[in-house]
Structures are given as C-alpha cells and as structure tokens.
T-cell receptor, first 119, second 112 residues
Framework: GAVVSQHPSWVICKSGTSVKIECRSL??????MFWYRQFPKQSLMLMAT?????????EQGVEKDKFLINHASLTLSTLTVTSAHPEDSSFYIC???????????????FGPGTRLTVT | GNSVTQMEGPVTLSEEAFLTINCTYT??????LFWYVQYPGEGLQLLLK?????DKGSNKGFEATYRKETTSFHLEKGSVQVSDSAVYFC???????????FGAGTQVVVTP
C-alpha cells in the first residue's frame, strides 16, 4: 500500500532555533500534500496545502513566515518551523494525495507524525 | 462555517460488544464524509467513506451511512475486537483539492 514517512519522528530544540520536518511519499507521486497540527487530545488542524512547484496555501491564522513549506518534488514536502518557541510544541502530521486520478483522488495517505518539543 | 462534531471518548467496551460513535456535521453544499482510524504509533488510515446522501461506507466490519436529513455519519460495528482499540476520526472533505475538516477524535478501548 501507499506509504508516507516523516522525519524525524520526534525532535527537541531550543527556543529560537529552526527545525525542518520532512514528509515523503515512498511509493507514489503526490502533487498535493497537506500539513496538520494536532494538540493533545484534540483534532487535526489543517495548517497548509502544499503543491509541487508552487507556493503553499496557508489556512487562516497560520503564519506563513513562521511555518515555511517547500514542495520541491513529487515525493517530498518539508515544513520548517522558524524561530521556534515553546508554544510551537505540538504533533505535526503530513498527508499526501496521489497524483493519479480516479477513485484514488479521494485518498490521502498520512505520515506517522513528528513530535516537536521546544524548550 | 464547516464543522464536525463527534462524541467524546474514551469509549471503553468489552470484546464482542456493539460500538457506535456519533458524528454530525455542518457544511455548505454536499461534502464527502470519511472515517479515519489511528492505531497506536501509526498514521491515520482511511477506514471508510461515503460521497453522497444515503451512501453506506463499510470496511473491516465497520459501517456508516451518510444521512443528509440529520447531517450525520455515525460509525457502527456489531462485534468489536481488542485490535479495534484506536482513535477514530470523522471528517468531511471540503473541496476538490482534498482538504479535510476533522472531528476531535474518539478513543476506543476494547478489553478482553
């Protein structure tokens, strides 16, 4: 089946530093990837839609200068949390939508998530 | 705006019990509806979906029917197993790009 990986699975960083999280579709191409943030015992909140070769579309209230998204290839999207602060600590999840059409266009495949802790 | 409301957990059941997780939504237009499951330590997986009113999605013994009149998409399983212990998310699809709006998730714990 379709597999999406995220790296790292967890990271601890100091306040003020930047952290990059990778999202890879391992056995399919994904023109579109999504980045979510999940707080403890809460739902996934969509942060942005990442499209290969173009600028990401951010949801209302998400700072695009703080959460930099790059989707440079059909199998890789990165989320960089710049100048991280403790309030950025969260679980970040990506999903990838296969480029091929048909019924698979409804499918999104989710990565296992990355736990970010900012100290 | 669009929203998804699902029952709070955790829901604790004995093996072979009947499971229902309620999900209601508000949305403009006619969204597609989904149930995702997140097993411990894994990413979300699509469990089932329904794309129009009265559609029934089913998979792995789980079922849910798209009820437009009650704006609901309740998840049911007749006889749960310990392996069904997970967090279940109801979601609606907002646009053709595939943006999803999720409910808060319901943790289900099945005991032997």
């Amino acid at each position: 089946g379709a597999v999406v990986s995220q790296h790292p699975s967890w990271v601890i960083c100091k306040s003020g530093t930047s952290v990059k999280i990778e999202c890879r579709s391992l056995d399919f191409q994904a023109t579109t990837m999504f980045w979510y943030r999940q707080f403890p015992k809460q739902s996934l909140m969509l942060m942005a839609t990442s499209n290969e070769g173009s600028k990401a579309t951010y949801e209302q209230g998400v700072e695009k200068d703080k959460f930099l998204i790059n989707h440079a290839s059909l199998t890789l999207s990165t989320l960089t949390v710049t100048s991280a602060h403790p309030e950025d600590s969260s679980f970040y999840i990506c999903s990838a939508r296969p480029t091929s059409g048909g019924d698979s266009s409804y499918e999104q495949y989710f990565g296992p998530g990355t736990r970010l802790t900012v100290t | 705006g669009n929203s998804v409301t699902q029952m709070e957990g955790p829901v604790t059941l004995s093996e072979e019990a009947f499971l229902t997780i309620n999900c209601t939504y508000t949305a403009t237009g006619y969204p597609s509806l989904f149930w995702y499951v997140q097993y411990p330590g894994e990413g979300l997986q699509l469990l089932l979906k329904a794309t129009k009113a009265d559609d029934k999605g089913s998979n792995k013994g789980f079922e849910a029917t798209y009820r437009k009149e009650t704006t609901s998409f309740h998840l049911e399983k007749g006889s749960v197993q310990v392996s069904d212990s997970a967090v279940y998310f109801c979601a609606l699809r907002l646009d053709s790009w595939g943006k999803l709006q999720f409910g808060a998730g319901t943790q289900v714990v099945v005991t032997p």
